[in-house]
């Protein structure tokens, strides 16, 4: 059993930047990733790392956003910066026992997300 909580989220301007982190509990080798859910749109992947370090990025924030991973803490943390407006979503943190995946289905346990919201 897994738990995580996200921290991190709140209301920030466009073009700022912000860090979510995602603390684990339990086992400490799962794989962490980081999906979104836009309002309205469906949930989608946006970052995953393994304990190892190796990790995959959407294409579509790969420039903007670097997943990163302290295997101490067991925390993960999302920096996303050059905010835009088209990132404003819940964020979700998760694990996988599987592989560094970008299919939600490979994820085991879900934390509860943390808000993020980009104002113009």
């Known amino acids: 059993q897994v738990q995580l909580v996200e921290t991190g989220g709140g209301l920030v301007q466009a073009g700022s930047s912000l860090r979510l982190s995602c603390a684990a509990s339990g086992r400490s080798n799962y794989i962490l990733g980081w999906f979104r859910q836009a309002p309205g749109k469906e949930r989608e992947f946006v970052a995953a790392?393994?304990?190892?370090?190796?990790?995959y990025t959407a294409s579509s924030v790969t420039d903007r956003f670097t997943i990163s991973r302290d295997n101490a803490k067991y925390t993960i943390y999302l920096q996303m910066n050059s905010l835009s407006l088209e990132d404003t979503a819940v964020y979700y943190c998760a694990a996988s026992s599987t592989a560094v995946s970008g299919r939600q289905q490979d994820y085991d346990y879900w934390g509860r997300g943390t808000q993020v919201t980009v104002s113009s």
């Open positions: 790392i393994s304990s190892s370090g190796g990790s």
